[in-house]
């Protein structure tokens, strides 16, 4: 590693000592190095933290001359990055660093986060940094690039592609910067952490888990701490940031460190801020991209590097139930819309049937006809895909979802009865089970020996076991989910699911595709692209099975898979045993 090599003639004692660190010549004002100009004003017209004032910073190195668009940097704790005195001096090194080629001409933006002012004299203002920065949630990315920064940048020229663009803070500010550039990619991917709060603050401490879990985002990363790091009540600060470290390592991202034994202070992570600018803009304007071959979680094994999510169909009222016919076409629900669509082999998108009565959920059966639960009316119906002759097979039901088992019997949810219902062929229907906390989406397990059930209000999928007869029994809270960071509700969102024939149950939730295990636990999770709804149904189609489907909102994506997907009204097989 550069860093090290630069440090390699110290003795062990000073490079790890709390201060003075070494000076690099790029932390010093240099004659003839042009200097750049920094602005300061306020912001006071947030909508996300409503009521916040705040000041913030602009460099401008004097390179810059509006020609073409310029890099970007934002740093959180603004204020004290911006001074020539101070632990980082940021106007001094990119001064330098710019100048020498070792960073490209980049614009710097410093923000202090919000106060909101006092309604009285004798009163306190509200500090909202906490909350604007620990808290594991889009709010903040939400705040910064759609309010704060189209007025800091709105008379300079700016580039928006994200690998043009890279985010810094200390402690709090250091989880904000993370927290920006993982809920939008899209916006920033470099990012330095300095004596990272991640830690049980606000939800801080989940990261690490989600790192190992969720398919990797094209970030680059350098962490800074120290061994006498903060060791309080929410957390220890030394262990949580090498937590990290592993966390980015074992899911493959490209990741740095150095690490001290400093306390918890900015005069390390200033110190080798240079260096730290030189390992994240290393062979600009080469991007950064994700590294599947060095994951070793699930990312690897089950999803194909490239091969990200692709929009299938958009437009729609609100999409729901996809599945695969034999011959791999998809159909879909648009609900309020009433009208089902298909979507051909090659892609093409076009109606299959209008006037559905606000269709949700499908299903095919092994007799090769749609099933549908037609909500509007309280019916369970079926069509022949060729002829479209309907057929009802029930009545007096608030179905949501169902699937159509080997044997031909229907098992569909009602929600308002928190209820899953059995419909033989040729018969009334019955009730399977009522035992759960809540009900949407149904999946057959491959051998058919167990029905996992989704509950979108809590953050459970359940498990019911399907006795010889076909009814249910031994009902419980068995698949454990994610819930969204920062959710006031701790509700899942739980919706449609999808199976393959290992035996991995994938569901669709508001964190994204959350994929479980045979025991119930989440090994990956799958995000939506930015911007898009969260998903509400899977499938998998295609001539192996291997292309999953998910319906978001008013559109439909696809994305090629390692997986292998099986259908409820496929024969019987037996996954493998998991291990336990």
């Known amino acids: 590693m550069k860093l090290i090599a630069l440090f390699a003639l110290l003795p062990f004692a000073t490079l790890l000592a ?39 910073w602009v460099y401008v190195p004097s390179q810059y001359d509006g020609s073409k668009p310029a890099c970007l940097m934002v740093f959180q704790d603004g204020g004290g990055y911006t001074g020539e005195k101070g632990s980082f001096k940021v106007p001094i090194v990119f001064d330098n660093l710019i100048a020498s080629g070792e960073m490209p001409v980049t614009i710097a933006v410093f923000i202090n986060p919000g106060v909101v002012p006092a309604t009285k004299p004798d009163a306190q203002p509200r ?3 906490s909350y604007e920065y620990d808290a594991f949630t889009a709010d903040y990315s939400s705040f910064l690039i759609d309010e704060m920064l189209p007025v800091a940048l709105k008379d300079l020229k700016v580039s928006t592609d994200p690998n043009d663009r890279g985010i810094c803070g200390s402690s709090s500010g250091a989880i904000a910067a993370f927290n920006v550039a993982w809920f939008r990619p899209d916006s920033f991917r470099r990012v330095y952490s300095t004596i990272g709060t991640y830690v049980g603050l606000r939800g801080g401490d989940e990261i690490v888990t989600l790192l190992r879990k969720t398919e990797p985002k094209p970030l680059r990363v350098f962490l800074q701490d ?28 490209e990741v740095n460190h150095v690490w001290g034994e400093g306390k918890h202070s900015g005069q390390h992570g200033g110190a080798i801020l240079p260096d730290a600018m030189r390992w994240l803009w290393k062979e600009y304007p080469k991007p950064v991209t994700t590294h599947f071959d060095a994951c070793k979680g699930r990312t690897k094994d089950m999803l194909v590097d490239g091969k990200g999510w692709e929009l299938v169909s958009e437009g729609h009222g609100f999409t729901e139930g996809p599945v695969a016919s034999a011959d791999g ?66 009545k007096g039901i608030k179905a949501n979802d169902l699937v159509v088992t080997n044997d031909g019997v229907i098992y569909a949810t009602e929600p308002p009865t928190k209820s899953v219902w059995i419909i033989r062929p040729g018969q009334e229907k019955v009730l399977g089970s009522d035992q759960f906390s809540g009900v949407n989406g149904i999946e057959a397990v491959p051998d058919q020996g167990r029905f996992d059930v989704t509950d979108p209000g809590g953050r459970f999928v359940w498990s019911a076991m399907r006795q010889p007869d076909g009814s249910l029994a031994n009902v419980e809270p068995y698949h454990h989910l994610h819930l969204p960071p ?81 259908n409820a009204w496929d024969a019987p097989v037996a996954a493998p045993k998991p291990g336990l």
């Open 486 to 566: 920062g959710d006031t509700d701790n509700r899942s969102r739980a919706d449609g699911t999808a199976m393959t024939k290992d035996g991995w149950l994938l569901v669709a939730t508001s964190m994204g595709v959350q994929v479980c295990d045979q025991p119930g636990r989440v090994n990956l999770i799958i995000p939506m692209p930015v911007g898009a709804r969260f998903p509400s149904n899977l499938c998998f189609a295609g001539p192996e099975r291997k292309t999953l489907f998910a319906t978001a909102g008013d559109k439909v994506f696809k994305r090629e898979t390692k997986l292998v997907g099986i």
């Open 226 to 253: 120290g061994s006498d790091d903060n060791n309080i009540y929410c957390g220890d600060w030394w262990m949580a940031n090498q937590a990290m470290e592993r966390a980015f390592t074992f899911a493959g991202y």
């Open 18 to 56: 709390e201060g003075p660190y070494p000076v690099d010549p790029a932390s010093v004002r240099k004659e003839g190095v042009p200097v750049g100009k920094v602005t300061q004003a306020k912001f006071s017209d947030s909508k996300v933290f409503p009521g916040t004032e705040r000041d913030y």
């Open 329 to 394: 076409t998809v159909y879909f629900s648009d609900i309020p819309n009433s009208k089902i669509h298909v979507v051909a082999p090659d892609g093409k998108t076009s109606v299959f049937l209008e006037n559905t009565n606000k269709t949700n959920g499908l299903a095919f059966g092994p007799d090769g006809r749609l099933y549908g639960c037609r909500a509007g009316a309280g019916e369970i119906v079926s069509w022949d895909v060729k002829t479209k002759e309907e057929k009802i097979h029930a």
């Open 127 to 129: 500090f909202n940094r």
